[in-house]
């Protein structure tokens, strides 16, 4: 039996924040929580250049933040979902990722799931959470949303400074508070 249930959508990028977007990095770490059963299926990106680059995804079941603060290894528990090249269309358009290179990842109704995107390059473009009346600094992270659905949460993250992941310092190389500039596609179970 096909599947009837459409896809939906939830862009993170308003138009604004894709031309003006405050940032580029190699990647970005961030979670989404959902109110309901969904599937993840897809995402797209907003890169600054207009070239192609390397690309993986990566997510883990909890919050990206769910570490051991004595020894800090945000790359544990990650699995690769999605891996390539990609087109990159510039800040002001969406770099699409075929819905077939990226497999499925299933999120239970309440539940929380980390996501890393990481480029070879440093064209991955995010927006800074900017509050002046809270004075947060790039070093503190506070969770907030940064764009919701009736289904889904996307979280602000923080953005990595460095290839890759594993050799990331959080102390140099995390601009916390940094919002994921994209789509995601997503389907809810039934």
């Not at 990095?25 to 070239?51: C, H, K, N, P, Q």
């Not at 945000?74 to 075929?98: C, H, L, N, T, W």
């Not at 290179?101 to 239970?108: K, L, P, S, T």
């Not at 890759?164 to 601009?175: C, I, K, M, R, W």
């Amino acid at each position: 039996m096909p599947d009837v249930n459409p896809l939906n959508n939830l862009v993170t990028a308003l138009d604004m924040d894709m031309i003006t977007g405050s940032g580029k990095s190699y990647g970005i770490l961030f979670d989404i929580e959902t109110t309901t059963s969904v599937v993840i299926a897809g995402m797209e990106l907003v890169l600054s250049a207009i070239s192609p680059t390397y690309y993986e995804i990566w997510s883990k079941e909890g919050s990206w933040q769910d570490v051991n603060v004595d020894k800090p290894n945000y790359f544990e528990g990650f699995r690769r979902v999605s891996r390539g090249s990609i087109d990159g269309q510039g800040a002001s358009e969406f770099s699409y990722i075929p819905l077939h290179e990226f497999h499925d990842i299933e999120i239970q109704g309440g539940g929380q799931h980390a996501f890393w995107i990481t480029l070879s390059d440093d064209h991955l473009a995010f927006v800074n959470y900017d509050d002046e009346e809270r004075s947060i600094s790039r070093h503190e992270m506070q969770s907030d949303v940064q764009v919701s659905s009736a289904e889904l949460n996307v979280m602000y993250g923080a953005a990595v400074r460095a290839y890759s992941l594993e050799l990331a310092d959080p102390e140099t190389d995390f601009h916390y508070n940094a919002g994921f500039l994209g789509r995601v596609w997503y389907r809810t179970l039934l």
